[in-house]
């Protein structure tokens, strides 16, 4: 058994030596596809090699945009006990509390229940939440 083994264990060794043997250009190709995505071109991609052009900011997200973006997911299912946007008997005593308790709860959670802070949108602006919340109320009355 030991002598299987310690074969085995030759054999594998071997095997790797034979595999780090390789050629500066072998090295440069595998480098080459494996490099991190956003990295690397697609063959027929003719804007490689051309420098990243950042996207302006085109300012707050409309309230639609960030529903349709964070809180559809549950607005819409009514997932996780989520009042579903439309559905005015499950929003009226929500509307009654006024917008700033909603905007409070949009951008700070409900603890106990499933609502996070902005709805998980880690990179939506309390503007932006508010926004959103003020189209899931006119939607819902």
């Given at each position: 058994m030991n002598r299987i083994a310690l074969s085995l264990l030759a054999v594998l060794l071997a095997a790797g030596a034979v595999a780090a043997d390789l050629t500066d250009a072998q090295r440069a190709a595998i480098e080459e596809r494996i490099?991190?995505?956003g990295e690397s071109c697609l063959e027929g991609d003719n804007s490689c090699g051309a420098p990243a052009v950042a996207a302006a900011p085109s300012g707050p997200r409309s309230g639609e945009e960030?529903?349709?973006a964070a809180c559809m997911a549950c607005h819409?299912?009514?997932a996780a006990g989520a009042p579903k946007v439309g559905d005015a008997a499950a929003w009226a005593d929500r509307i009654a509390k006024g917008t700033d308790v909603l905007y409070?709860?949009?951008?700070?959670?409900?603890?106990g229940t499933g609502m996070m802070a902005k709805g998980g949108c880690v990179n939506c602006s309390d503007e932006e939440v508010h926004a959103a919340v003020d189209y899931m109320i006119?939607?819902?009355?």
């Open positions: 490099k991190p995505a960030v529903y349709n819409s299912t009514g409070v709860s949009g951008v700070s959670g409900v603890p006119v939607n819902s009355q």
